[in-house]
């Protein structure tokens, strides 16, 4: 259906000119979301009602002749883990499975007010920790490129929706690439922004000093616009800034570009197709006119390990909250630890509680200095890589994955080998900055995603080069 | 290998019940975990500040907003108590806290 295929400018153009109404957009992604989801199961709730609702009052702002707000009728599909009022909010999670949000993320406040419509929650690997949604305590995604294929994770509910044309775009969240992973291995667009550019107020918190809430959707414009309506300094949350560039629609022409390669995201472990399809990437911002560098990130090699210690610490923090007393599974026992122990042990799955113990070992007396701080300042190091490659260029390109989508069951055995998925992607956490992950091709029929990172609020290179190169190859 | 005890002790911390399959199943997966974590200690850190605050900018501090309370939203609070398991009377019933 043609409807299921527009951008977020075209759709605005399309109900301004009254080609089709905002109902009628929304029940296109109804309809497919019904054709298509039993396969797919992007979708823990659909808000039909509501999304009608939504949809209802958009029409009648049209046929007053009003003004429309950026992101009126658009249908958008939300992670799990962002509150809406009124509407179940489980995080994946069996401890959260009949939780009702009690109020709207900031985020979900800014959509409603663009007049955007909420078709529904996605699934995510639970509490959003994963690389490819099987950690969901409901059931996992699959890729609607490749059934047998996981969508990646955390966000793979989020990616898969808006790649099978189920939503026009998606919001999903990001720790450690769990927006840019699975765009990566579904062939979308995600967003990743810096650090305190989106308020987190109403994300169910994973690790405080990495989350981020951001864009997916089937182009760099439409994840701009999310963007611009989305960021924002927020009361409600003292960790966002207002964002200091205003305007984020200006060209930047690509041949005045200078782009750093990291030599040490080309070793071992990637997939050697993935790789050729990134140089021929890369090659194609030299053949503009950019002046492409081989940059050093030295650090590289202790991301992974420095990311899984801070975030497992700030994990075994921020799920302490769930103990069966405020909300959530509550388990009847004899006395309150008995509470706290059942409810949280027949709540939490096996990667949650794995990272709430590995976070509490590392804080705990004795292993703090060891663990914690040891990897904290191994942190600093890491942002300094950054600091200063971004003194000599103006975006990194790297792979955003080593790999396309693994098969589900693949990678489950072995906690550790999930984790190397976030090898090329949370190093950009670990230092805070932005980062886009775009189509750039396939390898035996999977899409290969190319990360672009940027410094600090440099969003605006980041997009205008993921523009560019969209142009270059609009058949990703 | 960290040890079953230790394992336990870390479980009780967390607040998180395991039988006692789970206990193994996790001794062994954190054993690989923090081996692999092992890495770290390659580095010399000497005179490394840990990271505190991203994305500040240079000379600004984390901006506070001034102190003072904001008047309570009733039906955000009545929502809030619908969602507790046990309640009585606008407030949330647990075990007691204190030992006998």
């Given at each position: 259906?043609?409807?299921?295929?527009?951008?977020?400018?075209?759709?605005?153009?399309?109900?301004?000119?009254?080609?089709?109404?905002?109902?009628?957009?929304?029940l296109?992604?109804l309809?497919r979301?019904?054709?298509?989801?039993?396969?797919?199961?992007?979708?823990?709730?659909?808000?039909?009602d509501?999304?009608?609702?939504?949809?209802?009052?958009?029409?009648?702002?049209?046929?007053?002749?009003?003004?429309?707000?950026?992101?009126?009728?658009i249908?958008?599909?939300?992670k799990d883990?962002?509150?809406?009022?009124?509407?179940?909010?489980?995080?994946?999670?069996?401890?959260?499975?009949?939780?009702?949000?009690?109020?709207?993320?900031?985020?979900?406040?800014k959509l409603?007010?663009?007049?955007?419509?909420?078709?529904?929650k996605?699934?995510?690997?639970?509490?959003?920790m994963?690389?490819?949604?099987?950690?969901?305590?409901?059931?996992?995604t699959?890729?609607?490129?490749?059934?047998?294929?996981v969508?990646?994770?955390s966000?793979?509910g989020?990616?898969?929706?808006v790649?099978?044309?189920?939503?026009?775009?998606?919001?999903?969240?990001?720790?450690?690439?769990?927006?840019?992973?699975?765009?990566?291995?579904?062939g979308?667009?995600?967003?990743?922004?810096?650090?305190?550019?989106?308020?987190?107020?109403g994300?169910?918190?994973?690790?405080?000093?990495?989350?981020?809430?951001?864009?997916?959707?089937?182009?760099?414009?439409?994840?701009?616009?999310?963007?611009?309506?989305?960021?924002?300094?927020?009361?409600?949350?003292?960790t966002?800034?207002?964002?200091?560039?205003?305007?984020?629609?200006?060209?930047?022409?690509?041949s005045?570009?200078?782009?750093?390669v990291?030599?040490e995201?080309?070793?071992?472990?990637?997939d050697?197709?993935?790789?050729?399809?990134?140089?021929?990437a890369?090659?194609?911002?030299?053949?503009?006119?950019a002046?492409?560098?081989?940059?050093s990130?030295?650090?590289t090699?202790?991301?992974?390990?420095?990311?899984?210690?801070?975030?497992?610490?700030?994990?075994?923090?921020?799920?302490?909250?769930?103990?069966?007393?405020?909300?959530?599974?509550?388990?009847?026992?004899?006395?309150?630890?008995g509470?706290?122990?059942?409810?949280?042990?027949?709540g939490?799955?096996?990667?949650v509680?794995r990272?709430?113990?590995?976070?509490?070992?590392?804080?705990?007396?004795?292993?703090?200095?060891?663990?914690?701080?040891?990897?904290q300042?191994?942190?600093t190091?890491?942002?300094?890589?950054?600091?200063?490659?971004?003194?000599?260029?103006?975006?990194?390109?790297t792979?955003?994955?080593?790999?396309?989508?693994?098969?589900?069951?693949?990678?489950?055995?072995?906690?550790?080998?999930m984790?190397?998925?976030?090898?090329?992607?949370?190093?950009v956490?670990?230092?805070?900055?932005?980062?886009?992950?775009?189509?750039?091709?396939?390898?035996?029929?999977?899409?290969?995603?190319?990360?672009?990172?940027?410094?600090?609020?440099?969003?605006?290179?980041?997009?205008?080069?993921?523009?560019?190169?969209e142009?270059?190859?609009?058949?990703? | 290998?960290?040890?079953?005890?230790?394992?336990?002790?870390i479980?009780?911390?967390?607040?998180?019940?395991?039988?006692?399959?789970?206990?193994?199943?996790?001794?062994?997966?954190?054993?690989?975990?923090?081996?692999?974590?092992?890495k770290?200690?390659?580095?010399d850190?000497?005179?490394?500040?840990?990271?505190?605050?991203?994305?500040?900018?240079?000379?600004?501090?984390?901006e506070?907003?001034?102190?003072?309370?904001?008047?309570?939203?009733?039906k955000?609070?009545?929502?809030?108590?619908?969602?507790?398991?046990?309640?009585?009377?606008?407030?949330?019933?647990?075990?007691?806290?204190f030992?006998?």
């Amino acid at each position: 259906m043609k409807l299921n295929k527009l951008t977020i400018k075209q759709a605005r153009a399309g109900l301004i000119k009254g080609e089709f109404s905002a109902l009628e957009l929304a029940l296109a992604y109804l309809d497919r979301i019904k054709k298509l989801d039993q396969g797919i199961r992007a979708f823990l709730t659909v808000s039909e009602d509501s999304a009608l609702a939504q949809a209802k009052l958009v029409d009648e702002k049209i046929s007053r002749g009003e003004k429309l707000p950026a992101l009126a009728g658009i249908p958008l599909a939300i992670k799990d883990n962002i509150l809406v009022e009124g509407m179940k909010c489980t995080a994946g999670s069996k401890i959260l499975e009949n939780y009702t949000a009690s109020y709207d993320a900031t985020v979900i406040k800014k959509l409603k007010k663009q007049d955007a419509v909420i078709l529904g929650k996605t699934n995510l690997d639970e509490f959003a920790m994963g690389a490819s949604t099987e950690n969901s305590a409901f059931f996992p995604t699959r890729n609607p490129r490749d059934l047998a294929r996981v969508p990646g994770g955390s966000s793979g509910g989020s990616a898969a929706s808006v790649a099978a044309g189920m939503s026009m775009a998606a919001l999903g969240s990001d720790t450690g690439g769990s927006i840019r992973q699975p765009a990566s291995f579904c062939g979308v667009v995600g967003l990743k922004p810096t650090y305190g550019a989106v308020s987190r107020y109403g994300l169910i918190a994973m690790a405080s000093s990495f989350d981020q809430i951001g864009p997916i959707a089937r182009n760099v414009a439409d994840v701009r616009i999310i963007f611009e309506a989305i960021r924002g300094k927020d009361p409600l949350d003292s960790t966002s800034v207002k964002f200091p560039i205003s305007n984020l629609q200006r060209k930047i022409a690509i041949s005045k570009f200078k782009v750093g390669v990291p030599k040490e995201y080309f070793i071992e472990g990637i997939d050697k197709e993935v790789e050729k399809v990134i140089r021929r990437a890369i090659k194609k911002f030299e053949k503009a006119g950019a002046r492409v560098f081989e940059i050093s990130l030295p650090h590289t090699q202790y991301t992974v390990p420095a990311y899984y210690i801070i975030v497992s610490s700030e994990i075994s923090a921020n799920l302490a909250r769930y103990d069966g007393i405020k909300y959530g599974l509550s388990e009847r026992e004899e006395d309150l630890t008995g509470v706290y122990l059942s409810s949280r042990g027949k709540g939490l799955g096996d990667e949650v509680k794995r990272r709430i113990m590995l976070g509490t070992y590392a804080l705990s007396a004795g292993y703090y200095d060891a663990y914690y701080l040891k990897a904290q300042r191994i942190r600093t190091l890491i942002k300094k890589d950054f600091e200063e490659a971004f003194e000599k260029v103006d975006i990194i390109l790297t792979p955003t994955t080593p790999t396309i989508a693994f098969k589900l069951g693949e990678k489950t055995q072995d906690p550790l080998s999930m984790y190397l998925c976030d090898i090329f992607t949370g190093p950009v956490n670990l230092a805070g900055l932005p980062a886009l992950s775009l189509p750039c091709g396939e390898v035996r029929g999977l899409p290969v995603g190319l990360q672009m990172i940027g410094n600090l609020f440099a969003e605006e290179k980041i997009l205008a080069a993921g523009e560019f190169f969209e142009a270059l190859n609009p058949e990703f | 290998m960290i040890t079953k005890q230790e394992v336990e002790h870390i479980a009780k911390l967390a607040r998180i019940g395991l039988t006692e399959k789970e206990i193994e199943k996790f001794r062994r997966e954190l054993s690989a975990i923090l081996d692999y974590v092992k890495k770290l200690n390659e580095l010399d850190l000497g005179g490394v500040e840990a990271a505190s605050y991203l994305s500040q900018r240079k000379g600004k501090t984390r901006e506070m907003r001034e102190d003072w309370a904001e008047k309570e939203d009733l039906k955000r609070v009545a929502q809030m108590i619908k969602a507790a398991p046990d309640k009585e009377k606008g407030y949330i019933r647990v075990k007691t806290v204190f030992e006998n």
